[in-house]
């Protein structure tokens, strides 16, 4: 049973910075990626970043330069770096791992993490 542990959310001023860390265990299969999604009030689940196992990485364009997630795939962890953070990054930031077994694909969230952005 894989379980994914984030950690580190909280609340910050506009402008301040976070890190998020995500933990993977329990890993039975091949990975295709990890990232992190977050989902504001009254909106749909969006993208923040997936790091694939060639070391690729997609960000959410309106956050590349704001937002850097490096992954220790050796650990099998995932970090989120946010940077000059503002109200609208509110949301409760999940971490998701891809991958495959037996040729099927298989995923898994994390619980999820509260970020607060207010003055």
Do not use: C, H, M, N
């Given at each position: 049973q894989v379980q994914l542990v984030e950690s580190g959310g909280g609340s910050v001023q506009p402008?301040?910075?976070l890190r998020l860390s995500c933990s993977a265990s329990g890993i039975m299969f091949s990975i295709d990626s990890m990232g992190w999604y977050r989902q504001a009030p009254g909106k749909e689940r969006?993208?923040?970043a997936r790091?694939?196992?060639?070391?690729?990485?997609?960000?959410?364009?309106?956050?590349?330069?704001?937002f850097t997630a490096p992954r220790d795939s050796a650990k099998n962890t995932v970090s989120l770096e946010m940077n000059n953070l503002k109200?609208?990054?509110t949301a409760i930031y999940y971490c998701k791992i891809e991958g495959f077994w037996i040729g099927a694909e298989v995923l898994?969230?994390?619980?999820?993490?509260?970020?607060?952005?207010s003055e």
């Open positions: 402008g301040g910075s969006e993208l923040v790091i694939f196992e060639s070391g690729r990485t997609v960000y959410a364009a309106s956050l590349k330069g704001r109200p609208d990054d898994s969230w994390g619980q999820g993490t509260q970020v607060t952005v």
